[in-house]
Structures are given as C-alpha cells and as structure tokens.
C-alpha cells in the first residue's frame, strides 16, 4: 500500500534556526515525493518535487528537501527559519498502479516560527 | 495565466438548500480535482476528472454530492442537499498529465470556505 506519514503535527523553531519537517513514505516502486505549503486562508503551494537525480531537491522561498531511499524519508528543510515561514506543510506521494495521477497527502504538519 | 479560479470564495447556506461550487482549472491541463478539507479529516480527495471524464469519484461521501465538468475550462460541485457537516472549506486543483517531465504536481486554486447552518 502507498502511504505518507508526517510524525509532527507541530514544529517549533526559532527565528534564524534551521527547520525540519519530517516526512515519510510507503510505496512499492520509485517514488514521486511532493512538498505543499499552505498559508492561512490560502490553497496550496507546490514547494519543490523529486522525481529522479539528486537526493537534495532545491524549491522556492529557500526550502529544500533530501531524499533518502534507505530511510523511506523525504524531509523539508530551510537553513534559516523566517517567521514568515509559519504555515501548514504538506508532504506528498504519487500513486502508483492506477492512481498514477493521484497525490496520497500527509496528515500536514504546522510549523510556528517564533520571533 | 491566472491560476486556477475558484467561486464563491465564501458560502453561508441553511440546511436543506442546494450549493453549488465552481472551479475553472489552468488553461492546458488534463486533469482537475476536488479536495475538501476539515480540521477532523484533513485534506480529502473527492474526485478528480481527465480530459473532462470522471475518474475515480469513490471519495465522494454520499448521493447528495455530485460533480460535473462539461468542458475543459469548468467545473461544478454540486451538495444538494446540504447538511451542517458539510461545513468545510472545499479546494479545486489541476494538473497536467503525469507522464510529462513537468511531473503531475497539481496547482490549487484559494478554496471555497462553506458554512451549512
């Protein structure tokens, strides 16, 4: 079965902190991974995506995000956090078989960056 | 472009009455879905539509929900009845095919936010 699993509801971290937010997946074949920002009252954000090629995955606002195959673990990362930054993230998975044009979603986690 | 647009932004409706939700997707993708999201569920896919054609609708909780796509550039979500648990805020996103290099992330318009008093 595909799965997503966002371990953290809620991530702290100070302002000019580097942040973490956890994310890992279950699935039988190579993995399409997305990360999703959602701001309040906003829809959702296309972060960044790894497809294939380097583990690091550069994306917008500064993010970035590692793939690790052995760990099953596609973690977003930013080197300096911004209070700007606070905002609920999304980790996401491409189905496979025949929901290859599905995205599975985490539970999303919320990240507060304080000043 | 503009993204993709959604309307009303903001919906407040009694019990009983019928809603209608309206999604226009980004000019050139093949695929459009409809998400709804709560604070007890999350985020929920309800169905999604390739080349205007219903796919999978099995997220769809019940008969009172049903969704159209007459043609490539729109989309409705229709409750009727609707009911108090509703009340959710209801998310349309499109994509391109997911076979291409650009992959199949989906683009998501602002959302209705709907009240069902």
């Known amino acids: 079965a595909q799965s997503v699993a966002q371990p953290e509801d809620q991530v702290n971290v100070a302002e000019g902190n580097p942040l973490t937010v956890k994310c890992t997946y279950s699935v039988s074949g190579n993995p399409y991974l997305f990360w999703y920002v959602q701001y309040p009252n906003r829809g959702l954000q296309f972060l960044l995506k790894y497809i294939t090629g380097d583990n690091l995955v550069k994306g917008s606002y500064g993010f970035e995000a590692e793939f690790n195959k052995s760990q099953t673990s596609f973690h977003l990362k930013k080197p300096s956090a911004l209070v700007s930054d606070s905002a609920l993230y999304f980790c996401?998975?491409?189905?496979?078989?025949?929901?290859?044009?599905?995205?599975?979603f985490g539970t999303g986690t919320l990240l507060a960056v304080q000043p | 472009d503009a993204g993709v647009i959604q309307s009303p932004r903001h919906e407040v409706t009694e019990m009983g009455q019928e809603v209608t939700l309206r999604c226009k997707p980004i000019s050139g993708h093949d695929y459009l879905f409809w998400y709804r999201q709560t604070m007890m569920r999350g985020l929920e896919l309800l169905i999604y539509?390739?080349?205007?054609?219903?796919?999978?609708d099995s997220g769809m909780p019940e008969d009172r929900f049903s969704a159209k796509m007459p043609n490539a550039s729109f989309s409705t979500l229709k409750i009727q009845p609707s009911e108090p648990r509703d009340s959710a805020v209801y998310f349309c996103?499109?994509?391109?095919?997911?076979?291409?290099?650009?992959?199949?992330?989906?683009?998501f318009g602002p959302g209705t936010r709907l009240t069902v008093l």
């Open positions: 539509f390739n080349n205007n054609v219903p796919i999978d």
């Open positions: 996401a998975l491409r189905g496979y078989g025949g929901a290859t044009n599905k995205l599975i």
């Open positions: 996103a499109s994509s391109f095919h997911p076979t291409t290099t650009s992959g199949n992330e989906q683009f």
